[in-house]
């Protein structure tokens, strides 16, 4: 070994930040990783409470069950209207 590798080899290890401490990562991929995680929370709010989320996808479900239940009472009180209709006119005297 010549001295200059000697020296290298004796040399102490520069201290390690926080963030290479305790998370093992240098800062560069600590901040890419913060940043991936970041936009992944984003996506997924999106998917949860965006436009075409699964909250709008429930709540469509949901109306459209009451427009069912609403057109089937309108049919009914229909029929009733058109009965007491028909009715009536049994009774009224043509002219």
Known sequence: MN???EADF??????????ERYFGL???KFFIAIVMV?????????????????EVLIELEE???YLKDE????K???AEL???YFELKELAPEK
Request: hydrophobic share 35%; proline share 4%.
């Open 26 to 28: 240098s800062l560069t």
């Open 3 to 5: 001295e200059e590798d």
């Open 82 to 84: 058109q009965k007491d």
């Open 38 to 54: 970041v936009f992944l929370g984003i996506y997924i709010q999106a998917l949860l409470f965006g436009n075409s989320s699964l």
């Open 63 to 65: 109306y459209e069950t």
């Open 71 to 74: 057109t089937q009472r309108l």
């Open 76 to 78: 009914t009180e229909n």
């Open 10 to 19: 004796y040399e102490e290890p520069k201290p390690l930040g926080v963030i």
